[in-house]
């Protein structure tokens, strides 16, 4: 069995109690998991997407799948679907220190995703920032469409600089 295809350990080094992580099926961060057993999981294991929530027997993710792999794996359980998504697995995976963008400077591109996206972030920025901890804070309430916060964490990654190095 491949290291990717190892089962996932328990890892609890990571969680603040922020919940500010992308969160799957289970509660577990995603990023923590990452980090803790080195193994990238399909959408079919974590129950999350960067898009549409497809990744069901039926599902558009299913069915593009079925398509593409001839129905090899209709029938297979979640652990057992092909992972990709990244390079040359198995991957080394590690944490960075992130991004954050200022309002003023994520002011400066309404053309990049849109106006709405600019006043979005605006309305969750804390002091004037933006960081994946505060967008997924705002995700945490409950209160913003998740499809829009997506749009404004693309923006940060798109235009923010790092954190490495800041106290």
């Avoid at 359980?77 to 309002?103: I, K, M």
Wanted: aromatic content about 8%; hydrophobic content about 30%.
């Amino acid at each position: 069995m491949s290291p990717c295809r190892s089962k996932p350990q328990v890892y609890s080094g990571c969680d603040d109690g922020s919940r500010s992580g992308r969160l799957r099926t289970g509660g577990r961060q995603i990023m923590c998991e990452l980090a803790g057993d080195g193994v990238y999981l399909s959408q079919f294991v974590t129950g999350t997407s960067n898009g549409g929530r497809t990744a069901h027997p039926g599902g558009d993710r299913w069915r593009w799948e079925s398509r593409i792999f001839g129905g090899a794996y209709d029938h297979a359980p979640a652990e057992e679907r092909p992972v990709y998504g990244a390079r040359r697995l198995p991957c080394r995976v590690g944490w960075h220190s992130g991004f954050r963008l200022t309002v003023e400077h994520l002011r400066r591109h309404p053309g990049y995703r849109g106006q709405e996206y600019v006043a979005l972030g605006a309305e969750i920025a804390v002091d004037g920032l933006l960081d994946p901890r505060i967008i997924g804070a705002a995700a945490g309430t409950g209160r913003y469409d998740s499809q829009g916060l997506k749009k404004v964490r693309h923006c940060v990654a798109r235009f923010g600089s790092s954190l490495a190095g800041e106290k």
